[in-house]
């Protein structure tokens, strides 16, 4: 997740209805793992998905250090536009924030206003190819991208087209949101239209989320 001051709206916002999303999950599976990623121009890994299922309780020590961990992110001053999104994801997908499950439902839901700009906060043609080839990674390797793109008030033409190329090359889900609330939703339906609760082969299933929260 963008821990940039434009996603101010959007963090006290997640961070407030995030319980719904994991009241979701319980309902599909009471099998899975989260771990939480933030990014400026520098990438931050607060938990890790190896860290233990998650298992219908929210005193679950996982599950509450990742609520902790959510619930005590602040936007910061700092950071350049564009934003190390692409290092985020890299990292995730490089096993940092953790080991995916073989037999896990594998996500990355990554939310953002800006473009991917690395370290030295430039987008340029390089950095282009590269998170393309990071989407296309991720989907190589079953991961799905949600990619949220919150860009207050008005939506870039370029972020969108590397947003949508995110999802796209991954087989994942975009999704704009430009008022900064209720982005909860689009995650939450977006688990929720993945099975029937009565489904049992879901019911059975591992789903394993990984936040480059952008959760």
């Not at 096993?95 to 430039?122: C, E, H, M, Y």
């Not at 990619?147 to 590397?162: A, E, P």
């Amino acid at each position: 997740i963008d821990t940039t001051k434009t996603m101010s709206t959007v963090i006290v916002d997640f961070q407030k209805n995030f319980l719904q999303i994991i009241n979701n999950l319980d309902s599909i599976s009471g099998n899975y793992r989260l771990s939480l990623v933030s990014f400026t121009d520098i990438v931050t890994i607060h938990t890790l998905l190896d860290a233990g299922c998650v298992s219908n309780s929210i005193t679950n020590t996982p599950l509450a250090a990742f609520l902790t961990s959510l619930n005590s992110i602040i936007t910061n001053e700092d950071g350049s536009i564009p934003d190390n999104s692409d290092g985020a994801l890299e990292s995730i997908l490089n096993g940092d924030a953790g080991l995916w499950r073989d037999n896990a439902f594998k996500v990355i839901i990554l939310i953002t206003d800006s473009l991917p700009g690395g370290t030295q906060g430039i987008f340029n043609n390089d950095i282009k190819e590269r998170v393309n080839s990071l989407s296309v990674q991720a989907g190589s390797c079953g991961i799905n991208i949600i990619s949220v793109n919150t860009g207050i008030g008005t939506l870039d033409t370029i972020i969108r087209s590397v947003m949508e190329n995110y999802a796209t090359q991954s087989n994942g889900r975009y999704i704009e949101n430009t008022i900064g609330t209720n982005i909860y939703a689009f995650v939450d339906s977006f688990f929720r239209n993945l099975c029937e609760p009565s489904d049992n082969i879901c019911i059975n299933s591992v789903i394993n989320s990984s936040f480059d929260t952008n959760v």
